[in-house]
């Protein structure tokens, strides 16, 4: 499969960082965009550096860089999925806004009809907030918070990571084994 992962600046790096490490691990075919902010968020809040993220992907473009062949809606993907995503970059895709190389690959992913998923990671949310969460859904978007399931009892900040990755490629559609699943309560 051929995805593009777009990290903006919302805390949670560590979800689009595993993310592509569960992609690379797949062989998926992965196109990473890093926004200006998201780069600051991934050395305050991780143990990476950009470019250590940068070395999970196939590909790698600039926040900016329009010629990128995920700009055009020619260039086919699997899907899309913005890890997470920051109020600012949900505005920009609610608003059909390609200011940015991530807004205009959701805008392609949109008028595609391809799979777009969106991890915002805010608390709490505004009205405005909540009324461009509706509008990309409504326009074909996938919204899925990045809230934490504790049904699996995990045992680490990597667990509560991965379920929230693994709901993730669920919906991509790629087979994985990152979390417990449920099978009701005995």
């Not at 669920?170 to 084994?177: A, P, Q, S």
Request: proline residues 5%; negative net charge; aromatic residues 4%.
């Amino acid at each position: 499969m051929e995805i593009v992962v777009g990290i903006s600046g919302a805390s949670g790096a560590q979800y689009g960082i595993r993310l592509c490490r569960a992609l690379q691990e797949k062989g998926c075919i992965t196109h990473l965009v890093i926004t200006d902010s998201a780069r600051k968020i991934i050395e305050i809040e991780t143990d990476f550096q950009p470019e250590d993220v940068e070395r999970l992907a196939s590909y790698v473009y600039a926040p900016r860089d329009f010629a990128a062949p995920i700009a055009s809606g020619s260039h086919l993907i699997d899907a899309m999925v913005v890890i997470p995503c920051s109020m600012g970059t949900l505005s920009g895709i609610a608003c059909g806004s390609s200011d940015t190389l991530i807004t205009r690959c959701a805008d392609v992913c949109l008028k595609e009809k391809r799979r777009l998923i969106l991890v915002p990671r805010e608390t709490p949310l505004s009205l405005v907030q909540l009324r461009n969460m509706v509008a990309a859904s409504e326009a074909g978007a996938v919204i899925l918070p990045a809230c934490p399931a504790f049904y699996s009892k995990p045992q680490s900040l990597d667990e509560l990571v991965d379920v929230l990755v693994g709901r993730v490629m669920d919906l991509i559609g790629i087979e994985n084994d990152l979390y417990k699943r449920w099978k009701g309560h005995s």
